[in-house]
């Protein structure tokens, strides 16, 4: 065998033994969860006297949801003497107004709201936050994005766990307003359903590190400051300070019992461009905090978990440089030197890497108490949409490798909400967040990025193509499956993102 295919094989089974690694710890995550379930962050005395908050909602041209989240933060059950409300714009459009309009209405009622504007973008939602936060009067800072609903009383109940005060931020967990919307709201929901059931979940009770999500979370404005505040050097400005805030010996919860509602992105590209970013800001964040992690006190398991979490992202940069450089040449190496017997090795490694990751999605559902049934059923769609992602998100890690900078891409929200997922709320939705189902009519007013790597995707999808018909012709019959999922998820996501762009342009 010459040197040439030693490699090619080493090369595949190494990428093979580091995807697996990804999915024992995605499997390891639900023997955890068994573990951590029943312990839960505990209110030990309640505040005499309720602190102040101020509330942040940062928003860039978002008016299909602007007076949605406006309202809401505006019915907060707190004492107006002790909340205050910024409404953090730095917009462009006509979203302005309508904040403007809402904001004066309030005012006019006696809440305590401001509308914050900027002359730049500078530092982006980092630099939003942070630049407001010089006229914040609160000793706590709860936001929320623009395509949030948080309940009335979510403040109230949940402040007296920053009662501890090395508490330095306490994080919802995420519902979804319009997860019936598509199969790829739902899809998507069953994705963020298994990070927070199971990984923030399991990482909190366990007391190693986690992060704040970037929205439906309070912050203890001391803590912001003294970890070094809001830093826009990265995508992910959330994931960031939550790294420097634990370093600095803060400590965090997660309280999986408390929701809060959030939009899904409906349209492809919107939700490829979403994953593009915080891919590609965990990355940044990787490199930025990993090795301060390593050169800690903290514990080795703390520091193991943590790599895990920081890295995970890398896997889908792992998995296309496997399938696309070292997977076709090994189908060929089998072949000429006969060893379709002896590497039978990789057929157990690749269900690990796959099997576990579904595994992990599974039992997100299952810890909501959501049916089994549905969620089994939905599996095939989730291995398929992580092919989908594999383009999209490698660019983003390797990009982030790179150190090659980019803009902070909003997501564009729809404001819709889906008459099958009131059920789902923890809350009852008002006659006007029912209303805002109407707005999806304007949706063409922030259409999702262009899909660049669209042609890139079908491209990879004709070669697979070429492959699979190699294969079955060549009796490699254990690698078609394999090969068709390839194959499906690399065509599937061209045409989705070509025509969802072709259908926005249009309108």
């Known amino acids: 065998m010459s040197l040439i295919a030693i490699c090619v094989l080493v090369g595949h089974f190494i990428l093979l033994l580091v995807l697996s690694l990804f999915g024992l710890h995605r499997l390891s995550m639900v023997f955890r969860r068994h573990k951590y379930?029943?312990?839960?962050?505990?209110?030990?005395?309640?505040?005499?006297?309720?602190?102040?908050?101020?509330?942040q909602i940062p928003l860039y041209n978002e008016r299909?949801?602007?007076?949605?989240?406006?309202?809401?933060?505006a019915d907060f059950d707190y004492p107006?003497?002790?909340?205050?409300?910024?409404?953090?714009?730095?917009?462009?459009?006509?979203?302005?107004?309508?904040?403007?309009?809402r904001v004066g209405y309030h005012q006019q009622r006696g809440i305590n709201i401001d509308h914050v504007q900027r002359t730049n973008r500078h530092g982006y939602k980092a630099g939003a936050l942070k630049d407001a936060m010089e006229t914040a009067t609160g000793e706590f800072i709860a936001i929320f994005d623009a395509d949030f609903l948080p309940e009335p009383d979510l403040l109230k109940n949940n402040i007296h766990y920053f009662y501890e005060d090395d508490i330095a931020m306490v994080q919802f967990r995420w519902e979804h307003l319009n997860?019936?919307?598509?199969?790829?709201?739902?899809?998507q929901a069953i994705m963020l359903d298994a990070h927070f059931s199971l990984e923030q979940q399991v990482r909190s009770a366990s007391n190693k590190l986690f992060n704040f999500n970037g929205t439906a979370g309070i912050w203890r404005t001391k803590a912001i400051v003294d970890s070094g505040h809001w830093s826009a050097d990265t995508l992910t400005e959330d994931l960031d300070l939550s790294y420097r805030a634990q370093l600095k010996g803060w400590r965090m919860l997660y309280l999986n019992d408390?929701?809060?509602?959030?939009?899904?992105?409906?349209?492809?590209?919107?939700?490829?461009?979403?994953?593009?970013?915080?891919?590609?800001?965990?990355?940044?964040?990787?490199?930025?905090?990993?090795?301060?992690?390593?050169?800690?006190?903290l514990p080795l398991k703390t520091k193991v978990e943590a790599s895990f979490h920081l890295s995970n992202n890398l896997a889908y940069l792992i998995m296309l440089i496997d399938t696309l450089v070292f997977l076709i040449p090994t189908l060929w190496i089998r072949q000429a030197y006969d060893l379709y017997d002896v590497l039978w090795l990789d057929l157990p490694l690749l269900f690990l890497a796959?099997?576990?990751?579904?595994?992990?999605?599974?039992y997100g559902q299952v810890a909501l108490g959501h049916s089994k049934l549905r969620a089994a059923l939905r599996l095939p769609r989730l291995m398929l949409l992580g092919i989908q992602l594999a383009t999209n998100n490698a660019k983003a890690g390797y990009e982030a490798l790179r150190g090659e900078r980019s803009e902070f891409v909003r997501t564009p929200k729809s404001g819709e909400l889906v008459e099958g997922d009131e059920q789902q709320l923890s809350h009852t939705p008002t006659p006007e967040t029912k209303a805002a189902k109407s707005n999806i009519l304007?949706?063409?007013?922030?259409?999702?990025?262009?899909p660049r790597g669209a042609l890139f995707e079908f491209a990879v999808a004709v070669v697979y193509g070429f492959v699979l018909i190699w294969a079955i012709a060549n009796d490699h019959w254990f690698m078609a499956p394999f090969l068709l999922?390839?194959?499906?998820?690399f065509l599937t996501t061209s045409i989705h993102s070509m025509r969802s762009y072709q259908n926005h342009q249009q309108e």
Not at 40 to 52: A, C, V
Not at 179 to 187: D, P
Not at 354 to 362: E, N, Q
Not at 442 to 450: D, F, N
């Open 37 to 55: 379930r029943d312990k839960k962050p505990q209110i030990t005395q309640k505040f005499d006297t309720l602190p102040s908050i101020t509330v």
């Open 64 to 73: 299909l949801v602007a007076k949605r989240i406006v309202d809401a933060v």
């Open 80 to 101: 107006q003497d002790k909340l205050q409300i910024q409404i953090v714009d730095d917009s462009n459009d006509s979203t302005s107004d309508v904040i403007a309009e």
């Open 179 to 187: 997860k019936a919307s598509s199969e790829l709201t739902q899809t």
């Open 258 to 297: 408390v929701g809060c509602a959030g939009e899904i992105p409906a349209d492809i590209n919107a939700f490829k461009s979403q994953q593009h970013r915080w891919a590609k800001g965990g990355v940044e964040v990787m490199l930025k905090m990993l090795p301060k992690v390593w050169c800690s006190s």
């Open 354 to 362: 796959s099997a576990s990751h579904l595994i992990y999605l599974f």
């Open 442 to 450: 304007s949706a063409k007013l922030y259409r999702a990025v262009a």
């Open 485 to 489: 999922l390839l194959l499906l998820g």
